[in-house]
């Protein structure tokens, strides 16, 4: 007999953050999260996300085992499409089939109850954190706030009746030599007015501000974007300002008012691999180490936009290829040879050819998917 019951306490929520691992123990590729950011993200004191969304956590047990977990959510702030209300699902792991459905029936009259006529997912919690199901690319570990599953999840959800709704792709790009040159003298063509700096820390609130507000507009017409909150600003303002180097994070002007950024974070991952999610106790030591002293060779590009005002326009269509370029003599002084950038629209062609013309090679590809409820 398989019974879903919901999170309740320390001991279910450890065992909730852990099981992908004991799922994965065998795949070279799985990276154990740390177990405190897992604990701070899904806790609502922590994560404002849960201020604008209902989100209830099950895990699977089987003869008293912990076999699979899924994630339950209805946001506020999503809106309803052709008069359909969207809920939604993620941090979804289970190996088996019958748990899969057992999960999937018990997160539907969960959504149904609320009144949501589709069923989306997977989002870890929302499509500004993680999203999608890894569907291809199986074969090297994910870069920073990246999900990894095993091959085998795809065909087992769509098993479950569930349908593509989107795809998301990442890229990845060699930087340890120099970029293409033909690329780089239209990076350096001279605009009147335009000037792209690096990330002010000593007006840091202000900055990040600036940074969400552009990408708010930028991304207000993608497929199923929600936009960010001022506690959720706040929240990844803090949440990043350990890690950020402001000479990785750029901001592109036009006459004094900000366009276009991009931020380049170190990645995470590599740093934390052997740790096992633990962090004391030396944990804390060896990524200080890793981050601040020897460096990690990879890092990820997750936020990039330029602002609807000039995105159209002759320079806001070669602001994404100065901006890479403005990374680059920073990147190589921090050692690292290798960038994702992730994700984008598999429809977003546009900024897909930019980044096939610098030499990026498709690597990984997410999945949403969705089935109706009723």
Known sequence: MISVEP??????????????????????????????EREQFLSPKHNPFFDHAEVAHWIARRDGAVVGRISTLIDR?????????PGFFGLLDAAEDDVLQTLFDNGQDWLAKRGAQVMRGPFSLSVNQTSGLLVEGFDTPPFVMMDHHGPWLGPAVERQGFAKAQDLVT????IANALP??????AQRDWPGLTVRSLDMKRYREEITAVTTIFNDAWSDNWGFIPLTEAEIDAMARDLKPILDPDLVKIAELDGAPVAFIVLLPNINEAIADLGGRLLPFGWAKLLWRLKVSGVRTGRVPLMGVTRAV???????????????????RAHDRRID????????????????LIEALGGRLSKTYRIYERPIG
């Open 171 to 174: 890229y990845v790009m060699d």
């Open 311 to 329: 995105a159209d326009t002759l320079i806001g269509k070669t602001l994404p290829i100065r901006l890479i370029y403005a990374l680059e003599t």
């Open 7 to 36: 999170v309740s306490g320390k001991a279910d929520l450890r065992a909730f953050i852990r099981l992908p691992g004991r799922l994965a123990a065998d795949d070279p590729n799985w990276i154990e999260p740390l177990m405190l």
């Open 338 to 353: 290798r960038i994702e950038l992730s994700w984008l629209l598999e429809d977003n062609w546009p900024v897909r050819n």
């Open 181 to 186: 040159a033909r690329e780089r003298r239209l």
């Open 77 to 85: 702030l999503a809106p309803e499409e052709a008069g359909t209300r």
